[in-house]
């Protein structure tokens, strides 16, 4: 059984940094599209970040870029994302996906295997 899981998200005071992490099992992701996206309650999934899976090519949605690092470690079937500066409008519940497009792409649609997501709270 494939599973993506999320770990690392809390409650932070505003200026802070947490670490997300996604493991995965049941399959290699190693030539995979790596992603991590949020949802903020009434608002649609959004795209936050990217890494190609040689890890050459990454995307940053411009809300989050110079604050955000997505990272992959293919031995460890595992994606990171490093979030610095931290704000309020962060706060949403963030997912991991894997998707088997040749290219980055930022569209959900686009990614075959989801993540249960992990809550971020960032308070002011």
């Known amino acids: 059984q494939v599973q993506l899981v999320e770990s690392g998200g809390g409650l932070v005071q505003a200026g802070g940094s947490l670490r997300l992490s996604c493991a995965a099992s049941g399959r290699t992701f190693s030539s995979y599209v790596r992603g991590w996206f949020r949802q903020a309650p009434g608002k649609e999934r959004e795209f936050i970040a990217a890494?190609?899976?040689?890890?050459?090519?990454?995307r940053y949605a411009d809300p989050v870029k110079g604050r955000f690092t997505i990272s992959r470690d293919n031995g460890k079937n595992t994606v990171y994302l490093q979030m610095n500066s931290l704000k309020p409008e962060d706060t949403a519940v963030y997912y991991c996906?894997?998707?088997?497009?040749?290219?980055?792409?930022?569209?959900?649609?686009?990614?075959?295997?989801w993540g249960q997501g992990t809550q971020v709270t960032v308070s002011s």
């Open positions: 996906a894997a998707g088997s497009t040749q290219w980055i792409v930022v569209d959900p649609n686009g990614y075959d295997y």
């Open positions: 890494i190609h899976w040689n890890g050459g090519d990454r």
